[in-house]
């Protein structure tokens, strides 16, 4: 294999193209046979792909760029009948991307396949490739950012990769504005990638990634400020909030909250109240006390906060939305709302994020099925190989394999999970979405098992 030095610049060959091409292969077969290229409309498709004229469309719920990415394939019967194969090619060319990008980084075959295979086995790609939503193809561009990154850590020519981190983030986050962290997470990436090769800070190559992944937003931000008003990529960020705070309220925080806001507060106060006592929404469960504690829900039982979310955003405050009301105006409106809620009960807040983190991680972890198959063939093998009792190795053979496996995995986790937790709650898809490398580190341990079962004693 080689010393981490030894593999610098390495190009994807033989070796590594056969094992990805095959796993690429029964990745689409079971996209084929799980009846996944067939569009799937989900309640989000509508605020993606209907486009207002300009500049209307700055003011729209949801950003524009999914919307004219698939509008040339509307018209098809079904709509958008080609979208999902679109997908599925994107997603299958990223991956194939990031994997010979990490190995003219210089890690080694085993560590950049495991990569490889947790991308083309994810979740998220086998769940959500058929639906009519930027989710696949923003994570797919993403994940060619990071190649590109890997690819300027590795010592490529800026010129030609810096291009690719500006288009990647720039269309993955504003298709996809929740995932807005990836701006700093790539920079930062960029610094963990050039430190484990224990190479000199580059920081001026990090300024300049920094400012590829910004761009795309920066100047989308300024283009609606200066056209329609609002610094946000997508007026949409207030009403996530609203179900978060109107789930915190109390009588005893509404009487905290600023004139203007109190009576928006009540009215979702008396509406959640009402649902609860009819048996629409689920209330706070009493703790072993006996008590109804909404910090005891937050911790212990998040999915019951979980589950009442929608209902209290989509049902009790979209309501609230005058006929005449610009949906910017309203977003903003409840936007203050949602803030004064999280200044007035810091406490509440505090505890909704860490069990939403705990959701997050959780799911992330036992939800994901690539992730448990791996760690489960880690649980048969390690016994094996004691009983075998093969020499040991070098301390430095895995070389950079390890760390840049944990900074890919760690960096793209909290880039993507981090507004979930912060602003909303993290379901499913979300998670999906954050989980999508963890798979990588069982993998390459679960590899490196087998090949010290093979070797000879």
């Known amino acids: 294999m080689g010393t981490f030095q030894e593999r610098l610049m390495v190009p994807m060959r033989t070796g590594e193209a056969l094992p990805l091409a095959g796993a690429t292969l029964l990745s689409l077969a079971l996209v084929v046979l799980f009846g996944r290229l067939a569009p799937d409309i989900t309640p989000d498709t509508e605020g993606y792909v209907a486009l207002a004229a300009w500049p209307a469309v700055l003011e729209g719920m949801r950003t524009p760029f999914y919307g004219w990415t698939v509008a040339p394939f509307a018209g098809s019967e079904p709509a958008f009948a080609l979208v999902p194969a679109l997908q599925a090619a994107a997603w299958t060319g990223a991956v194939w991307f990031l994997v010979a990008s990490l190995r003219r980084y210089g890690v080694s075959r085993k560590a950049a396949l495991s990569v490889g295979f947790a991308?083309?086995?994810?979740?998220?790609?086998?769940?959500?490739?058929?639906?009519?939503?930027?989710?696949?193809?923003?994570?797919?561009?993403?994940?060619?950012?990071?190649?590109?990154?890997?690819?300027?850590?590795?010592?490529?020519?800026?010129?030609?990769?810096?291009?690719?981190?500006?288009?990647?983030?720039?269309?993955?986050?504003?298709?996809?504005?929740?995932?807005?962290?990836?701006?700093?997470?790539?920079?930062?990436?960029?610094?963990?990638?050039?430190?484990?090769?224990?190479?000199?800070?580059?920081?001026?190559?990090?300024?300049?990634?920094?400012?590829?992944?910004?761009?795309?937003?920066?100047?989308?931000?300024?283009?609606?400020?200066?056209?329609?008003?609002?610094?946000?990529?997508?007026?949409?960020?207030?009403?996530?909030?609203?179900?978060?705070?109107?789930?915190?309220l109390t009588p005893a925080i509404v009487e905290r909250l600023p004139d203007?806001?109190?009576?928006?507060?009540?009215?979702?106060?008396?509406?959640?109240?009402?649902?609860?006592?009819?048996?629409?929404?689920?209330?706070?469960p009493r703790n072993s006390s006996g008590d109804r504690s909404f910090h005891s829900a937050a911790l212990g039982y998040f999915d019951v906060l979980a589950r009442t979310y929608d209902e209290v955003a989509w049902g009790i405050v979209l309501r609230e939305r005058a006929a005449d009301e610009p949906w910017p105006a309203f977003d903003a409106r409840v936007g203050r709302f949602a803030t004064a809620v999280i200044v007035a009960a810091p406490d509440r807040w505090v505890a909704w994020v860490a069990g939403a983190t705990t959701r997050l991680v959780g799911r992330g972890l036992t939800a994901n099925l690539p992730f448990l198959l791996a760690t489960?063939?880690?649980?048969?093998?390690?016994?094996?190989?004691?009983?075998?009792?093969?020499?040991?190795?070098?301390?430095?053979?895995?070389?950079?394999?390890?760390?840049?496996?944990?900074?890919?995995?760690?960096?793209?986790?909290?880039?993507?999970?981090?507004?979930?937790?912060?602003?909303?709650?993290?379901?499913?898809?979300?998670?999906?979405?954050?989980?999508?490398?963890?798979?990588?580190?069982?993998?390459?341990?679960?590899?490196?098992?087998?090949?010290?079962?093979?070797?000879?004693?």
């Open 119 to 248: 991308l083309l086995f994810a979740n998220a790609f086998h769940l959500m490739v058929d639906w009519i939503h930027p989710e696949v193809p923003a994570l797919a561009a993403l994940a060619v950012a990071v190649g590109a990154v890997a690819r300027l850590a590795g010592g490529g020519r800026p010129i030609v990769w810096l291009p690719l981190v500006l288009l990647g983030a720039g269309w993955g986050t504003l298709a996809r504005p929740s995932f807005l962290p990836f701006v700093g997470m790539l920079p930062v990436l960029f610094v963990l990638l050039v430190a484990i090769r224990r190479e000199g800070m580059r920081i001026g190559l990090a300024t300049a990634v920094l400012l590829a992944a910004t761009a795309p937003v920066a100047g989308w931000v300024g283009l609606r400020a200066a056209t329609v008003g609002g610094v946000a990529v997508a007026p949409f960020g207030g009403f996530a909030m609203s179900g978060m705070a109107g789930l915190m």
């Open 376 to 457: 489960a063939a880690c649980v048969l093998l390690w016994p094996l190989m004691l009983l075998r009792r093969p020499p040991p190795r070098p301390a430095d053979e895995r070389g950079a394999d390890v760390p840049v496996l944990i900074a890919l995995a760690g960096g793209w986790f909290a880039a993507a999970g981090l507004l979930t937790v912060l602003m909303t709650f993290p379901a499913l898809r979300y998670v999906d979405s954050a989980a999508l490398l963890l798979p990588a580190l069982p993998i390459y341990a679960a590899w490196s098992l087998v090949d010290r079962l093979r070797e000879p004693r």
């Open 260 to 284: 203007d806001v109190r009576p928006l507060a009540e009215r979702v106060l008396a509406a959640r109240t009402a649902g609860e006592a009819e048996g629409r929404l689920i209330g706070v």
